[in-house]
């Protein structure tokens, strides 16, 4: 799909237990404590490391949905959900099997480093004026693969990305699970791109307040993905925030969606919808709904459901976003615009 861009989140199961403080020890091999370990919510501010002893604490918040990461040089990463917090949570993480990737300079690559990092940049970080402020600050780590048969430029690194956000003032660390960009003829130029998509999960760390960052921040939370989501779920639409159309006719989501809400959790059904006209460009197959979005009565979007229901959680999160597209607008904000996900809550 010619400009698809998917945002790939790892969402797991919901807790059910109340909010407070997750606690609990950290051992690796031969059960020996670890400090210094990272454990920190996905997406989030919420974020802590073990002590010398191995122990930990980090605020845990009920109906989110985040995904308690925890990360240790030379162990496995663990994702960790349905959470119990009235009992202490010890982990004890296991020794990576891999081994750090050669870096093999092959003199006949088609492409310069140079153009793959460009190409990176454009598709990790985004084009807008936040992701021209936003720094990759280790792109040494970052690793390229061009499949000249497959047409398929990849990306891996066995180290998180510092990444600092001068413009939002956030410093992430982003754990890059999968970066892959597919072309339709060998090409380094994002006009031959057909589909593309990036996956982690990411640390969140509060570097600059100013009144300035914050009101970069509220703009840049306005017409994003996640508010179209705390939108969706709380029934809020109009000509100040989203509206839905069907080719150029506006139409009634309550039409659209049934809303079912308990407590922080929303369930979403997207009803019996007419027959849809898809465009032969986008090549889209499984398609259960497809929409124009606008907000604001300016910025146009495209939100694609290869699903007939999903799960809204506290923060905007929600329970299948493989199988929910956007284009346009919206899936131009990439992780230059990238928010944590408890922003405003």
């Known amino acids: 799909m010619k ?11 919901i807790s059910i237990f109340s909010q407070g403080i997750l606690k609990g020890k ?26 010398a002893n191995g122990d930990y604490s980090i605020r845990y918040e009920p109906n989110s949905n985040s995904v ?31 081994q750090l990737k050669e870096v093999v300079i092959n003199k006949k690559e088609l492409f310069t480093r140079a153009q793959k990092l460009k190409l990176f940049r454009e598709y990790f970080l985004g084009q807008t004026k936040n992701a021209k402020s936003t720094v990759i600050y280790n792109e040494d780590d970052i690793q390229f693969k061009y499949d000249k048969k497959k047409l398929i430029f990849t990306a891996s ?24 960009i597919a072309f339709d003829k060998v090409s380094i130029n994002s006009k031959d791109v057909i589909n593309n998509f990036y996956q982690g999960v990411s640390r969140f760390e509060e570097v600059n307040n100013s009144a300035e960052n914050l009101a970069r921040r509220e703009k840049t939370f306005q017409g994003s993905q996640v508010q179209f989501f705390r939108n969706l779920a709380n029934r809020e639409w109009g000509a100040d925030k989203f509206l839905l159309y069907s080719d150029s006719h506006n139409i009634d989501p309550n039409a659209r969606f049934t809303i079912s809400k308990k407590d922080d959790l929303v369930k979403v059904e997207i009803l019996p919808q007419p027959k849809v006209e898809i465009k032969n460009e986008e090549n889209i197959s499984d398609i259960v709904a497809s929409y124009k979005v606008m907000f604001n009565n300016s910025e146009s979007s495209k939100i694609v459901f290869l699903t007939n229901n999903f799960s809204i959680y506290k923060y905007g999160n929600n329970s299948d976003i493989n199988n929910i597209l956007f284009l346009g607008k919206i899936a131009e904000k990439k992780v230059g615009d990238l928010l944590p996900l408890n922003y405003g809550m």
Do not use: C, Q
């Open 3 to 13: 400009n698809l861009y998917l945002f790939l989140f790892l969402f797991f199961s």
């Open 26 to 51: 950290i051992t690796g091999k031969d059960n020996i404590p670890l400090e210094g370990v990272n454990v920190y919510f996905d997406g989030t501010t919420f974020a802590t490391v073990s002590d």
């Open 68 to 98: 308690l990461v925890v990360s240790f040089m030379g162990y496995e990463r663990e994702y960790l959900s349905g959470l119990d917090n009235t009992k202490p949570l010890n982990i004890k993480l296991t020794v990576s099997k891999n």
């Open 157 to 180: 690194s066995d180290k998180p990305l510092v990444v600092v956000n001068s413009s939002l003032g956030y410093k992430i660390n982003y754990e890059l699970v999968g970066f892959e």
